[in-house]
């Protein structure tokens, strides 16, 4: 099992603001509702109490279906790497990191050009992610524009089998057709598909469409997803001050209703499938248009997302790690240390933001390894300070007495590794080691982390009759349907 | 008696500080070379150490238990060395804080990292005047001197004792270097030291050049 044991989350959220928050919620599903793309999705809320109106296709939902769904048994959510010792157990105490995904853009490695992303660029993300110590669950990072439209999905997911054993966090399945096509490419690898729900190796990411929309391919591939016990991600993203309101806390109830319907439907749909409540609350900047991601908001809402998820049952997805800017450096620094600072300590069950700059767009394999850094630091922070008879050390001060050094101690070595954060990036050496050392940038040395990283031979490589049957799935896909 | 140095070095491998002491005198009752424990056992042993010091894999606390049970080794083993046999080769370094300038946890660090790569180190301590870090160093032979300051007021102690040094002819006898938080490259280069470090590892570095042992 992976992940940051959690020894002490830090709370947003009141236990009276958590109640008002649901309230809030669970009365806007009575009141507003929201629209169902799903035929399916709208069955399953008719059948189950729910009002719904087949031309706006809005159901409205009664609060006692919500607090049923809610209150049934807990569903555990493991997300199993193809390594097992890469999995991620959703236990609630602890944080998992995952990198971002689906960019266009990738920033090339020699040349520094921001171009389109192709099927390599992918492939190199996945072989820089298998080198973080800190990176629990890969999210294929960018998406082969060098291959047709038909497929590139398809791709996508074998191109991230073929280069990381860890559990790989899939976002698409724009209809059930398309998920039933990317569950049977994981069974393949899995062993078949009873295998793959005893150890689903990847999970799936359905967005919903803020405010209060369900679209329809997106909610019938949850349920296809959910079906073959693939965990399915309901990603909520309301925009504060645009899709949803400027106050966080009114944001953080639509994004409420939203995944609430979604669980509503979903467990309707499949009672034992594995849910999760993503989350991306990232205002709209007032000034330029864009999607502030890399905002303290953004890390907030992720924290207080999370303390909604746990009362729910479900865990937690959020954005963290985000940079709004296009190149590393200071401003990805600051932005992605302020998130990600707020969502680990909150507690977050899975983080997602690595490695990608400009909201999500565009690839950078050295801030892979600069987010990684920071990760460390923020674990450091997290552990806290344990106090014992053993961390007091009054012994031990004893024996060393005044005026004498502690460094020769047997206790300095032995809790130095777990009392200090060891840097693997950051330089503290002085000025003129440095400086004879070339004036290396954080970036420089992070490049040659790359470069290490590129050349190491990628673990558990798929077998050639596997990547055979994969291949064969995304033929099919390629041809003209009969 | 490979053994011996096998075990030897692998005390210091081990920071084995609580149990060299007694088996280098068993190395001694069943007649082990005094030199060979010292040279192939236990300064093998730290260099190993200091090896993966340098490549990130150790961290100070270990590299200063290694250099503690080296050092008890040696002194044990030592004595015992012939004295008409084959030299030691060893590197002698005096070490001082100078005088009006009562702190030295910059100097112990370097004096603990000189000790793990393979230098003798006295440490002649806090508040020493000039003329008896001179005279030291005179008495142990010292290849290389080094001294520190914290603080501008006490940084032109360390110009006396180059100057002292100069007049009395002892500065192409032995190499004169200086450190400390205030003291820059350029402060090192117009009171005419041999040279300066930023840090304990930088010492290091300085010391095996000046000595003329590859970095």
Redesign the interface.
Known sequence: MTGIPIRRPYPVLTKEDIRQIHEAAAAGLERVGVQVGSAEGRRLLREAGATVDETTEVAKIPRALVDEIVKARKVRVVLRGRDASQDADLDFNHVHLCNDGTGPLTLDFESGERRLSTSEDLAQSARVSNALENLHVFWPMVTAQDVPPSVRDYVDLKVSLMNTPKHILYASGASGDQARRLVRMAAAVAGGEKALRRRPIISSVQTTIAPLQHDGGMMDAAFAFGAAGVPAAIFTMPTPGASGPVTLAGSVAVAAMEFLAAMVECRLANPRSPLIWGCGLAPLDMRTTTRASGSPEHGLTGAAVTQMAHFYGVPSLVGGFDATTSVPGTQAAIEKFSQGLSVVLGGADLIVGLGLLEDAKTLSLEQLFIDDEMVRMIRRIADGIVVNEETLALDVIEKVGIGK?F????H??QH?REEQF?PRLIDR?????WARDGRRSLEDRAREKVKEALAAPVPFPLEPDVVGRLDAIIQEAAAPAA | MADYVARLKQAVIDYDMEGVEKLAREALDQGLDPLDGIEKGLAAGIREVGQRFGAGDLFLPELVMAAETMRTGVAVLEPHVKKDGRARVVHRVVLATVQDDIHEIGKNLVATMLTANGFEVVDLGVNQPGDSILQKAQEVGAELVGVSALMTTSMPRMKELLSSAESKGDRSRRKYIVGGAPVTDQYAKEIRADGTAGDASGAVVLARNLVGERA
């Not at chain 1, 460094?407 to 047997?410: D, E, I, S, Y």
């Not at chain 1, 050496?429 to 080691?433: A, I, W």
């Open positions: 050094t460094l020769g101690q047997r300095t070595m130095l060891i050496r002085s000025y003129d080691l």
